[in-house]
């Protein structure tokens, strides 16, 4: 799959990311969610960070699929997340090309 980088600012809590898109002349709507997660945040303490995404990402929305962990700095990590239908529209149209 082709990618397009936009760069999004860094600001706290979630950013709910619309783009309408067309595509060989198909329209269609994707939804993306940004959301920096501070590691003060594990509620259980650990030395691993991965241990703290897993945790923090256990109970997110379930309407939202996990698309990406950006890189990580002192205070928190980026995640983006797809809306899990878009994610299955994404798939259908990769099979078709």
């Not at 860094?10 to 619309?18: A, H, L, R, S, Y």
């Not at 309408?20 to 590691?39: P, S």
């Not at 003060?40 to 995404?53: A, E, L, M, S």
């Not at 890189?71 to 529209?89: G, H, I, Q, R």
Request: proline fraction near 6%.
């Amino acid at each position: 799959m082709a990618h397009i980088a936009i760069p999004i600012p860094t600001v706290p809590g979630k950013q709910d990311i619309e783009i309408d898109v067309t595509i060989n002349g198909q329209k269609q709507a994707l939804h993306y969610r940004v959301e920096l997660f501070y590691w003060g945040d594990c509620t259980v303490p650990t030395f691993d960070r991965v241990d703290c995404i897993r945790q923090m990402l256990s109970s997110y929305d379930q309407d939202w699929t996990l698309y990406y962990i950006g890189s990580p700095t002192d205070k928190f990590v980026p995640v983006t997340f797809v809306k899990k239908e878009d994610l299955v529209k994404q798939r259908q149209l990769m099979t078709m090309a």
